[in-house]
């Protein structure tokens, strides 16, 4: 049975080749591929060469300005990616259990106005294990990155990552009472147009503006500073009123520095979101983040 098990490894084509290829079945483009490993289109094209000379068939179709994968690239593809997803989960395994770093990228706002202040509970419960954030709005590359789990937004729909659902990313007005008062409160939706609106360019105004059956908010000037955080911390001296996520601004909204004058929450489908890959849905130190996260959202 040895003697059997080495043969089958010597007729494997070589790492390089079916690394190109999971690439290109990928991007479907050889240029793409060979940017995102580092050679040249011409280094690309000779390993899927060189690959299909060894499975004897070929498994791309090149057509002007397009490839397409063929029957046997159909066949290959799929395997092949789950291939790669293993050895990363096998090598996160290894390179870590239980202790060590655990690398989680997410949202400015859901790390300094969610993360921050329940994170506390995590590290007690595992002290051998430290918690690196990276925070950016990019959508991580599990499979380059040193990254291991991470906290995104949107649909929920992104391929090749098992997802959990946190919380709606609804939306609704706020501002600071100070500001309310200079125009005697803010009793109705329309009251909130005789102020200044921060961020008014956001779609999220516009569909809270059309839910609380008021006209398209009309353009007017105003800058866009990229994250909730930054908008309530505007709102809160005063300058504007800002469109957010209640759910990240409850200490604010207890202790009066902020009120949200109104019930009405839009929301448009999104939500926050805990990913990773599949293959590694069974490392420790991502299953005790997974458990952790999902029983203190479960408990607010």
């Known amino acids: ?34 940017g995102e490993l580092g050679m040249t289109q011409a280094a690309a094209s000779y390993q899927i060469k060189l690959l299909e000379e060894r499975v004897g068939a070929p498994l791309f179709l090149r057509r002007p300005r397009q490839i397409v994968l063929t029957e046997a690239g159909q066949r290959m593809a799929p395997a092949v990616s789950e291939a790669f997803a293993l050895l990363g989960g096998a090598y ?41 954030l990276d925070t950016s709005n990019r959508l991580v590359d599990f499979a380059r990155e040193d990254i291991d789990i991470a906290i995104r937004s949107g649909g929920g729909n992104w391929p090749g990552v098992e997802v959990h659902k946190l919380f709606n990313a609804d939306f609704t007005p706020m501002l600071s009472p100070k500001l309310a008062a200079t125009i005697g409160g803010v009793k109705e939706p329309a009251d909130l147009l005789r102020l200044p609106i921060l961020d008014p360019g956001d779609i999220w105004w516009r569909d809270w503006f059309i839910a609380a059956g ?23 001296a005063g300058q504007g009123v800002a469109i957010v996520t209640a759910a990240f601004f409850k200490a604010e909204l207890a202790d009066g520095r902020l009120i949200q004058p109104f019930d009405l929450v839009g929301d448009d489908g999104h939500a926050y979101w805990l990913v990773y890959p ?23």
């Open 278 to 300: 599949p293959a590694r849905r069974n490392v420790p130190k991502i299953r005790a983040f997974r458990e952790w996260i999902l029983a203190e959202i479960a408990g607010q």
């Open 214 to 236: 008021l006209p398209e908010l009309a353009k007017r000037p105003g800058s866009s500073m990229g994250a909730q955080a930054y908008e309530a911390n505007a709102a809160i």
């Open 92 to 132: 996160a395994a290894a390179r870590s259990g239980a202790d060590g770093v655990l690398c989680v990228s997410t949202l400015l706002t859901f790390a300094s106005n969610w993360l921050a202040q329940h994170l506390g509970s995590f590290q007690v419960a595992h002290p051998s294990l430290a918690v690196r």
């Open 1 to 34: 049975m040895p003697e059997l098990k080495s043969r089958q490894v010597s007729q494997l084509p070589p790492l390089q080749a079916i690394r190109v290829f999971e690439a290109v079945a990928r991007h479907l483009s050889f240029t793409k591929a060979a």
